[in-house]
């Protein structure tokens, strides 16, 4: 799983449901929690996809209830979207066409850097580093599609 993989159609790549895991790690003070549950993706009447994120999320012992809604839309060429809020403010770009993309997120005086990473036809990674004065913050999310695309050979495999 050390190799990247090209996505050349990032909207068709993240279509459908994918099993999600974070991990949240406080570098400031040390605590770490836990989100589990489901992301979907589904087609936007307009184009592109809408990503509903739920499950359950954990910090301090403590379990609720958690979601979040972004929209993926068409970007500048089929490997790229353009990440939006729910209510349609920009969030950052994203370009998978090399496997592995980088991008910022100015939010008030904190800094949201991710890297995302594409480790297969059926798994993928972000990490969001946030930095700022009140902010310090290691986010890890491993996606794992629910029904494997069988679109793609998986390396490693005949």
């Not at 050390?2 to 449901?17: K, N, Q």
């Not at 209830?65 to 403010?89: K, N």
């Amino acid at each position: 799983m050390g190799e990247l993989w090209p996505v050349p159609d990032v909207l068709a790549y993240l279509a459908g449901r994918w099993r999600t895991e974070r991990s949240v790690r406080d570098l400031a003070n040390g605590l770490d929690g836990r989100f589990t549950g489901v992301t979907a993706f589904d087609p936007l009447d307009a184009g592109g996809l809408i990503s509903r994120e739920s499950g359950a999320f954990t910090w301090q012992g403590v379990t609720r209830p958690a979601e979040r809604t972004l929209r993926y839309e068409p970007g500048a060429g089929p490997g790229r979207a353009d990440v939006r809020f729910a209510d349609g403010r920009p969030f950052h770009g994203l370009d998978l066409t090399s496997g592995r993309h980088v991008a910022d997120h100015p939010c008030a005086a904190d800094l949201y850097r991710g890297e995302f990473t594409v480790r297969g036809p059926d798994r993928w990674r972000t990490v969001w580093r946030v930095g700022g004065p009140a902010k310090d913050l290691l986010l890890t999310t491993d996606y794992v599609r629910e029904t494997p695309s069988g679109r793609h050979p998986r390396p490693g495999r005949v």
